[in-house]
C-alpha cells in the first residue's frame, strides 16, 4: 500500500515539520510514517532542502548540521 502524501507537492508548514523531526533525531522510518510518505520521498526533500540552502548562499556547515545528520544514518 503507497503512503497517502505520495507524489504531493510539500506545503512549508509539512517541510519546516520534517526539519524539526530531523533535529529532535526521529528515525527516517517514523519520520515516512509521520508524513505518509516514503522513505526516498524523504531523503529527496531533504537533498532539496540542502541545495535550496545552497543556492542560497547557505553556510556549508549550517547545510551539513541541518541535513546531513539524517543523510548519513539511513
Known sequence: ??????????????ETELLQHI??????DEI????????????CRIN???YNMYLSNG???EIKEITDKR????
Open 48 to 50: 532539496d532542502i540542502a
Open 71 to 74: 543523510l548519513c544514518s539511513i
Open 23 to 28: 533535529e529532535n533525531n526521529i528515525s527516517i
Open 32 to 43: 515516512a510514517n509521520l508524513h505518509k510518505r516514503t522513505i526516498s520521498g524523504i531523503r
Open 59 to 61: 553556510n556549508i556547515d
Open 1 to 14: 500500500m503507497e503512503p497517502d502524501n505520495r507524489g504531493k507537492k510539500w506545503s512549508k508548514v509539512e
